[in-house]
């Protein structure tokens, strides 16, 4: 649950990240693409170079930390989302500075039209790039905007500006709060799907009773595993597993207790199917295989004597009661290549699991030419 939640707040982050890239970009070249093209560094050389260093700069430090993010993410989550947050309100606070000098500095009045473009278009592109945390999108809006609300209301003469901005200001929060509400709804839908996504893979190659590879993963996974060793000319064992009269022991127990011994016995599979490479798998029915790649040329028998001891020595229990229960196992082992069918190895299993079960079971037999 909390993997979930960190899982969550990370997509979130690495959203709104994203979203806030193209606005980096822009500020980092927003100001002298105001300044120059009205003359207003001639002007005023000073002022346009503190904003414009000062916004060029802050860029720079965002994309720095956007080029760090994983490693930084990984290191402290919390650290990473400070960092995001105190540059952007660093920006935010340059370019809510530069709205309170542009409209009540005389100096600034022959950019006047123009910073109020800007001024319309940052506030809201700002909250739309930070919808996915919206409490910090409001916080954003407000370090723009507020400065010129505050600023209006002192000098008097300028208050029907303050008044223009405040309904503007109210105008972006309103409409940032709702799509933040769709943004929301959408995520939820989005996560909904990707786990439906998920949980539909998982189906396709689970066995929905004993909760191990079903037959179909298997059949890929041996293709897979065929063509690794016929390259690397290791040898491929599979040992077939077939529960002994597990008909009787359904017409004696019930086939609800015949589930649980088929789970019991995918477990025990599962535990001694140890390496990396061994892929245990329910092949149908009562029977199991387990597809090892050999390191030794006599692996997969030990393997198999193991495991019809462990699950001979290992009596399932349901409500205190004991039931007894065996296997035969079926081992072939064949050096693949591209001539030989995979199959092959199927069938030889199933010719020596034939005969454990005909020599009396609870046997491991191994197949010879
Ligand atoms: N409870 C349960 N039984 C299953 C399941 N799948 C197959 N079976 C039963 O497994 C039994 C297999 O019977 P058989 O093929 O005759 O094999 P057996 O009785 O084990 O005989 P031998 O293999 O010769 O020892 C059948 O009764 C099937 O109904 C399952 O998912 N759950």
């Known amino acids: 649950m909390i993997d979930k939640d960190v899982t969550i707040q990370k997509r979130i982050d690495m959203d709104l990240l994203s979203r806030s890239m193209t606005g980096v970009v822009v500020y980092a070249l927003l100001i002298p693409v105001v300044f120059w093209p009205f003359d207003f560094y001639q002007l005023q050389p000073m ?166 590879y079903n037959r179909g993963y298997f059949n890929i996974e041996l293709e897979k595993q065929w063509e690794y060793a016929s390259r690397l000319n290791l040898r491929l064992s599979l040992l077939l597993i077939d529960v002994d009269h597990f008909k009787a022991f359904n017409d004696n127990y019930g086939h609800l207790i015949g589930d649980a011994c088929l789970v019991h016995i995918a477990e025990i599979i599962n535990q001694v199917a140890q390496r990396e490479t061994d892929l245990a798998a329910r092949f149908g029915g009562e029977e199991f295989v387990l597809l090892i790649l050999e390191n030794d040329s006599d692996e997969a028998e030990k393997i198999a004597e193991v495991l019809r001891k462990k699950i001979e020595n290992s009596p399932f229990h349901v409500d205190g009661k004991s039931f007894p229960v065996t296997v035969s196992i079926g081992v072939a082992s064949i050096q693949p290549s591209h001539n030989i069918d995979s199959r092959q190895l199927i069938e030889y299993s199933d010719l020596a699991l034939y005969k454990a079960k005909h020599e009396g079971r609870n046997l491991v037999k191994i197949h010879t030419n």
Request: with cysteine.
């Open 47 to 212: 002022l346009s170079t503190i904003f414009a260093v000062g916004m060029f700069f802050t860029s720079i430090l965002r994309m720095i930390h956007r080029v760090f993010t994983e490693r930084l993410y990984q290191y402290s989550a919390k650290l990473w989302r400070l960092l995001f947050m105190s540059l952007s309100l660093c920006h935010a606070g340059i370019l809510g500075a530069f709205f309170v000098f542009s409209i009540y500095d005389e100096r600034f009045t022959p950019i006047l039209h123009v910073t109020m473009l800007a001024m319309g278009g940052i506030s809201s592109g700002a909250v739309v790039a930070l919808i996915p945390r919206i409490k910090f999108s409001l916080v954003n809006l407000s370090v723009l905007l507020i400065p010129s609300i505050v600023a209006g209301v002192i000098i008097n003469e300028k208050l029907p500006y303050a008044g223009m901005i405040a309904v503007y200001f109210g105008f972006i929060a309103m409409m940032g709060v709702r799509s933040s509400k769709e943004y929301i709804r959408s995520f939820e839908i989005e996560l909904m799907l990707d786990e439906q996504k998920n949980e539909l893979e998982r189906h396709g190659k689970i066995d929905a009773l004993t909760n191990i």
